[in-house]
């Protein structure tokens, strides 16, 4: 499904991203770790459009993404969970969540004469979603009061919501507390079940190790290691990168 | 005589009013901080008057004076597309510096600083606006069809798109908004207000010139929009209000008018810095001024 070719990405000298090559599978959790800049969140921007690479390729149902601009990328089905909490702070939470449905609301006349009414369907939808974190009574608060945790999840149903063939997850329970964590690993799981492909990068091993299918391990730019989690527990290269010599 | 002068405050309320709910669609629903906005209106003021002086009919002038400046609006947002905050202040304060350079300086055209005198009140369908009353009544009409349509605009989905493009312009990338398109379509439609409110403003004073347009006429404009609250159109009518009266007893103290003027734009600067730092939101505003 997605195929990332010889990906290099320099800042000045620091190469951030240097020839790294790597392939998820479609129904499988795949999970990117690796120490601290290691270069994961760059291969996240870099397969969202939120930076260009240098070289290569990135291949996204056999067609080259690479130098596609964010929107398109995300129209042609990649929805993206940021490491850092993303929400349009002065609207709701309902408001934040309608707007990952689709792109109709940015059709000006359609709007204006009031043809893109909220469909029940969508109003389901969001009510499902809400339940589902336990914050059925946010709908109507403002993104910007809500608490880190809170904002966590409202970030994941949206990224879920977004209409997608692939999900990115960019440390998905950093910050959050165990029972929410847990929560949210009930949740991945529940959407492999349901067919769903997900790459992940995640710091929490015991998490990772819990939830994926597959582990890419990466250090200064490239892959180091793929395999299963218990093939990666083991692997002295990964050890490594972790704890150095 | 004092009804007069009311009515004439009156359609100054409703001239700066359509000014500034088009600029609050800019500044406080989209996050583009537009200082070009005197240039729209300046635009929209020329077109209407030169229209109007070559025997054209005042809705003929009143509609390309709007469209001329959604498209002068529509020129101005594709190299400022990407800038942000300041730099997109600076650069749209440039344009507002260059439009006035050119209304000064294209003499053939503009008469340059002599102004256009001579600008016909508007006729409408065999019925002249030539007495203030009815030209109040032209401009109320006017004025609370633009704020419907803005206030459609801003309480429906594409205006939530707006705002999410304020408040996270990559995010709302990430989720699939096509946000260049999103900010030309606010700067056009802004730019499209402003264009009529000058042709209003041009057709009711009958003479205009450069100095009505320079960046300091900004200034009122902008402290409607930051004093009635960003993101908020009832701040908005409210602060246009209260704007537009709170300099009027200085014409009455008997100061020269070389005093009144600058006494005015000090009066605005001083609301403006209190409310700054008293009331950072504004009368009604939803969102904190970054």
Redesign the interface.
Known sequence: MLKIKNLKKYFGGVKAVNDCSFEIEERKITALIGPNGAGKSTVFNLI?G?IKPDEGEILFNGKNISKL???KI??LGIS?L?QQT??????TVK?NL???FD??????WK??F?K?K?SNEKLKKIKAMLELIKMENFENKKAKDLSYGQKRLVELI?TII?PHILLMLDEPVAGVNPQIRMEIAEMLKKLKTQGETILLIEHDMNFTLGVSDKIIVMDEGKVIAEGKPEEIKNNPQVLEAYLGD | MFSAYLIHLLILIGIYLILAISLQLAVGFTGLLNMGHIAFYAIGAYASALLALNGFPFWVCFFSAGILAMFFGFLLSLPTNKLKGDYLALATMAFSLVVYAVLLNWTELTRGPLGLPGIPKPKFLGFSFSDNLSFLILTAIIGLISFLIIK??TS??????L??T???E??????????F??KT?SLMISAFFAGIAGSLYAHYITFIDPSSFTLLQLVPVLAIVIIGGL?SLKGTVIATVILTLLPEPLRFIGFPSSIVGPARQMLYALILILILIYKPKGFYG??ELE
């Open positions: 969202s939120i601009n964010p929107e995300s129209n993206r940021f993303m929400l349009f702070n002065n609207l408001e309608l707007l990952a792109n109709e609301d940015t059709k000006f709007n204006f009031g893109n909220l949206r977004n | 459609i605009i429906s989905q594409f205006g939530k798109v705002e999410a304020r408040d996270n990559l995010l709302a990338r990430v989720l699939g908004k096509n946000t398109k999103i379509m993101a939803k969102i």
